[in-house]
C-alpha cells in the first residue's frame, strides 16, 4: 500500500469512429519516457461509436489496463467532460483519438510543472521564460489562434475548483470556451507557462467539423465568439484594449469562414432558410464587431477586402468566392 504511486497524468480520450487510429494513439501515449508504472492512467470515452471503435477500446482495457466509459453520441465535450469526472490524476491530459504523443511529451511538460503552475502548454502562440496570469494567456495566447485544449497540462485541482468544463451542445469552438473559462478562473495569478511545440503530433481530420460541408451547426463558429466576448468582457479592466481588438477580428474573420464554407456549398445546395440565417448572422457578427475602435485596421490586407466586398453585396461575394474555389 505504502509503494503506490501518485497518478500524475489523467490522459483522456474521447473516442468516435476512430478504429483506425486509436490503437496507434493508446500505444503513443503508453510509451511515454520516465512515466513509472501507477503514475498514468487513460481514459477512453467511447461516445456511441458504431465503426467497432467501441469494442476496440474494451480490447485495448484488457490488454493493458486502460479505464472505458461507454455513452450515446452525445458529442465530444460530454466525452471530455465525462473523463474529467474520472481522472484521478494531478494533471488531465486531453488527447484526439487520431493524434499522438512523442515519447518525452510528459515528461519534458512535467519539467515546467512546479507546485504553482495549473497550465502548460506546448504552443508556436506564445512563449515566456516566466509564467504569465490566466489574463494574459487570454491576451498573448488564446486570442492569437491557440483555441485548441490538446498538447497542454491541465491541472485537476485548477478545473475542479474553477468548475471548468466544455460546454455541451457546440459543435465547434467548444475548446475556445473551456480555455477562457479556465483562464478567467486564475485571473492574476502568474501560474501558467508557455513552452514551445515539439511533442504532439496533430492530426488534420478531414471529417473534423471545421472540414465537412455546411450545414447549420457550422453556425456554432459564430455563436462561440459572441460567447468569448460575453466571458470576456466582464474582466476588460484587467487586460490591454488591445484584447478587445484581437477578439474583434476573431470575430470577423471566423464570420467570413462561414460565409466562405458556404459560397463553397455551392449555389441552390444549401436550404435556403438556413443560408439566409447563415448570411444573417454574419452581417450581424461583423457590423457588431467592427465597432471596436482599431478592429478593421487590424484585420489582413486581404480581410480588409473581403470585409469591404462581404459588406457590399453578400451575394456577389459569395459568387466570386466560389468561382474564385471552383464552385460551380
Known amino acids: 500500500m505504502g509503494d503506490k504511486k501518485e497518478v500524475l497524468f489523467s490522459i483522456i480520450i474521447p473516442v468516435y469512429q476512430a478504429k483506425g487510429t486509436l490503437k496507434r494513439c493508446v500505444l503513443s501515449c503508453l510509451d511515454q519516457k520516465y512515466v513509472e508504472d501507477g503514475e498514468m492512467e487513460i481514459i477512453l470515452v467511447d461516445d456511441g461509436s458504431t465503426d467497432g471503435s467501441g469494442e476496440l477500446c474494451d480490447e485495448l482495457a484488457g490488454e493493458y489496463g486502460l479505464t472505458v466509459v461507454h455513452t450515446g453520441n452525445c458529442g465530444v465535450s460530454h466525452a471530455r467532460n465525462i473523463g474529467i469526472e474520472r481522472a484521478t490524476g494531478r494533471f488531465v491530459v486531453f488527447v484526439d483519438s487520431d493524434d499522438e504523443l512523442k515519447d518525452e ?3 519534458n511538460c512535467l519539467k515546467y510543472a512546479d507546485e504553482g503552475t495549473v497550465l502548460v502548454d506546448e504552443t508556436d502562440s506564445y512563449r515566456s521564460t516566466s509564467k504569465i496570469s490566466g ?6 495566447s488564446i486570442l492569437n489562434a491557440n483555441t485548441h485544449v490538446w498538447g497542454k497540462l491541465f491541472s485537476l485541482e485548477a478545473l475542479n475548483s474553477g468548475k471548468v468544463r466544455f460546454p455541451e451542445g457546440l459543435t465547434i469552438g467548444e475548446d475556445l470556451i473551456f480555455l477562457l473559462d479556465f483562464a478567467l478562473a486564475q485571473e492574476k495569478k502568474r501560474n501558467i507557462r508557455c513552452i514551445s511545440m515539439e511533442h504532439y503530433v496533430y492530426t488534420n481530420n478531414a471529417e473534423g467539423a471545421m472540414n465537412r460541408a455546411f450545414k447549420e451547426s457550422y453556425l456554432d463558429q459564430i455563436t ?10 466582464p474582466a476588460a479592466e484587467f487586460i490591454s484594449p488591445y484584447t478587445l481588438v484581437a477578439l474583434a477580428t476573431c470575430q470577423i474573420m471566423t464570420a467570413m469562414l462561414v460565409v466562405e464554407k458556404l459560397a463553397m456549398a455551392g449555389q441552390g445546395k444549401v436550404d435556403k432558410d438556413i443560408a439566409g440565417l447563415a448570411v444573417t448572422q454574419v452581417k450581424e457578427q461583423i457590423t457588431h464587431a467592427l465597432k471596436t475602435r482599431g478592429a478593421y485596421a ?11 466586398v462581404f459588406r457590399i453585396s453578400p451575394e456577389l461575394y459569395m459568387k466570386l468566392y466560389g468561382r474564385l474555389k471552383g464552385v460551380n
Open 224 to 233: 462561440c465568439w459572441k460567447m468569448a466576448e460575453e466571458r470576456i468582457l
Open 135 to 140: 489574463y494574459g494567456y487570454i491576451e498573448n
Open 105 to 107: 511529451f510528459l515528461d
Open 298 to 308: 487590424a484585420l489582413p490586407a486581404a480581410h480588409k477586402l473581403k470585409v469591404a
